[in-house]
């Protein structure tokens, strides 16, 4: 079986993360997408889900942090780079269309269309949540699963910061999965 080219790898990400951003231009919601776009193609379902997992514990934009993992995941320090420009153009382009839209029109204007999109985004993140949530359940929900969400939900609740509450998540998931033998 051939490998790809570099150039071949480095512009399937460059087109990914083009197509996820353009298609999906808020961190959060493009997560489901990229599932889609790289899981199975350039990087495990596993790898995903780290990466995610450490998007949100690392500060900083969630976009470029999965660009840069999934970008190193798929073609090194160059496919990083690849990913990266692939992620940045869309935002940068979107943001100068922006620019021009806020001195065209009034704030209300603007505020309808937030309060118009607030619930798609929402929805969006719910899709997402599911997805990964099945993902991780996919063998057998057991009482070790229901535990961690409901901590984690419990978290979330009572407003413990995002990265706070991933981060004792794994805790909690490496002392209740510890011992587990791997068939």
Not at 49 to 57: L, P
């Amino acid at each position: 079986m051939n490998q790809p080219s570099k150039f071949s790898v480095w512009s399937k990400l460059l087109w990914m993360f083009l197509k996820v951003n353009i298609l999906s231009p808020s961190g959060p919601a493009s997560i489901g997408l990229l599932y889609k776009e790289a899981v199975g193609k350039i990087m495990t379902e596993a790898q995903f889900v780290e990466a995610v997992g450490f998007s949100n514990v690392l500060p900083g934009s969630e976009a470029l942090k999965l660009a840069m993992f999934v970008g190193f995941a798929a073609g090194g320090i160059p496919g990083v780079f690849t990913a990266l420009l692939g992620a940045i153009i869309p935002p940068t382009v979107l943001m100068l269309i922006v620019a021009l839209f806020l001195q065209r029109f009034q704030q209300e204007e603007l505020n309808s269309v937030v309060a118009g999109m607030s619930p798609a985004v929402a929805a969006l993140m719910i899709v997402v949540a599911w997805e990964l949530f099945r993902a991780s359940t996919r063998r057998k929900i057991d009482r070790r699963v229901i535990l961690i969400a409901a901590l984690s939900a419990v978290a979330f609740w009572f407003d413990l910061p995002i990265p706070l509450a991933l981060l004792s998540a794994g805790i909690i998931g490496v002392i209740l999965y510890g011992q587990r033998s791997y068939e």
